[in-house]
């Protein structure tokens, strides 16, 4: 364990990339080291074909990417079409790899396609440990925080399951002074109203055990008020709580953050004067959503619907304006508070990083086979598009537009405007947490070649370090929080 720094130290430790005097970190030196041995591995990916398969390297070659190509078609047609279609296209899309296995154990060359493989691979993942970016540049900043004096949480008891009696999320709350509004009656409850009456009654933080379409609604009022927000893990998804780096496993362990919690200065996205804390949709997933049945059958509703709005059958059409670049009827749209990171053809993944203070903006367009075979071509794929700006206007022909904001299917005029609050809101969490994941960079042979050359620099930095908070969020403790690791580091050479 270690001693918390007083109130109003912020205690400074050289960085992660560099030591006090200066001298290069292993981490440094070890990833031009890395960044080298990822083409020696590509190189060995290849050359083992070309030697031991010889003139069926061609071949094996043609045939895997005839296969990839055959198979993202079969994909698009079991999505996009009904009845006997959709199960030739299923059982094509399953027999295709093991036809290429066959293929190559008829040549004699499964074991040159394993090696290869298995060459790309570690030459993947080396190439990420070179490019991977220093904590510094993604681990949010941690802020002190002084205990709050009156929390009120607001507990949805059908949410997640029922998680709140399951882990008897209520008494102990109270336990540690909260006062606990439940959600328990039949008739339906506005909870932004309840938690702005919660502030007028002297509550000074505000929080929520449950999903995320409720928790957007009360850190809207929380950021509004200026008091912070308390997310605790009981929906179903906790997607905002994974990107907090809570323990979506055990929600009584966020409620530590009510005796020994810091703050993390996150963003809050805005949608037609409504907030969210992950991500608002339109297209195929709002429509979807809004079909009594999902709730039921997910699954099932999914892929009865998709067909006619893959074929614009059904679904309102619309189009997007975002970072000056026009978004014309694409089947999806996804527009998120942070972009998500972009290490899949889809660019979703998670969000390292919630103070970036920009929109991450997923376009998909894929209406023909020939767009699905083009996501071969990954994040340079015709189907996708993937932008960050601080604005998107969505315009439809029709009055309103179908949207899913955070999960819950909602009915918005147009045009529909998102825009982005930075650093807005005040998140408190438990000072000892799970974390978030470091993100899987994207492989940039540019970069990865310029590591690699001797001589050669170090990757760029996304992010600053420290990066202060905005005026309208200084409070008494602001102070940035370092890290366990900082706090002995500081305690030894005092």
């Known amino acids: 364990m270690h001693s ?27 990833r031009p080291w890395l960044a080298r041995l990822s083409f020696v591995l590509a190189f060995l990916a290849v050359a083992v074909v070309a030697v031991f398969a010889e003139w069926a390297s061609l071949l094996m070659l043609a045939v895997g990417l005839a296969a990839a190509a055959v198979s993202l078609t079969a994909a698009f047609f079991v999505l996009s079409r009904h009845g006997v279609l959709r199960w030739v296209a299923l059982a094509v899309f399953v027999a295709m790899p093991i036809l290429v296995l066959v293929l190559y154990a008829l040549y004699g060359l499964l074991w040159v396609a394993a090696v290869s493989a ?54 102990k709350a109270e336990a540690l002074g909260a ?64 990107d907090l780096g809570l323990d979506r496993e055990n929600p009584v362990s966020c409620l530590d953050a009510l005796r020994d919690g810091v703050d993390l200065h996150v963003d809050l996205g805005v949608v037609s004067g409504r907030t969210f804390v992950n991500n608002v949709s339109f297209g195929a997933y709002a429509e979807i959503v809004r079909d009594p049945a999902y709730r039921a059958d997910k699954l099932g509703t999914t892929l009865d619907t998709l ?27 996804l527009v998120a508070s942070n972009p998500y990171e972009t290490g899949d053809v889809a660019g979703l993944g998670r969000r390292a990083r919630l103070d970036r203070g920009e929109l991450g903006v997923v376009a998909v367009m894929v209406d023909s086979a020939r767009q699905a075979v083009g996501l071969l071509r990954g994040r340079h794929s015709d189907g996708v598009r993937l932008l960050t700006t601080d604005s998107v206007v969505v315009t439809s022909d029709s009055g309103q537009l179908p949207a899913g904001v955070d999960g819950e299917s909602v009915l918005l005029a147009t045009p529909v ?26 492989i940039s042979l540019n970069r990865l070649w310029r590591l690699a050359s001797f001589g050669g620099g170090r990757p760029e930095r996304a992010v600053t370090e420290g990066t202060p908070p905005p005026a309208a969020l200084a409070y008494p403790g602001a102070e940035q929080v370092p890290d366990a690791r900082r706090l002995r580091t500081a305690h030894r050479v005092r």
């Open 179 to 242: 006062e606990v509004y439940l959600m328990d009656g039949p008739e339906r409850i506005d909870v932004a109203v309840v938690a702005r009456q919660a502030v007028a009654d002297g509550a000074d933080l505000l929080g929520v055990a449950g999903g995320d379409g409720t928790q957007a609604l009360v850190a809207g009022v929380a950021a509004e008020h200026g008091v912070p927000f308390l997310v605790i893990t009981a929906g179903t998804r906790n997607h905002f709580a994974l």
């Open 4 to 30: 918390p720094a007083a109130p109003g130290h912020n205690v400074g430790m050289p960085n992660q990339s560099t030591t006090a005097d200066g001298v290069t970190s292993r981490r440094e030196r070890s």
């Open 417 to 442: 405007q998102c825009t982005i609050r930075p650093r807005a809101l005040r998140v408190r969490v438990p000072r000892h947490r799970p974390g978030v994941a470091p993100p899987a960079p994207v």
């Open 307 to 333: 067909p006619e709005l893959l074929q614009g059958q059904t679904g309102a059409g619309f189009c997007a304006v975002a970072g000056g670049e026009t978004i014309d009827r694409p089947q999806a749209l």
């Open 118 to 171: 298995a060459a790309w691979l570690l030459a993947g993942v080396t190439a990420r440990g070179a490019l991977a970016e220093d904590e510094k540049d993604w681990r949010m900043p941690e802020f002190l925080a002084e205990p709050a004096r009156h929390p009120f949480v607001i507990m949805n008891p059908r949410s997640g399951g029922g998680k709140v009696g399951r882990f008897d999320l209520r008494r």
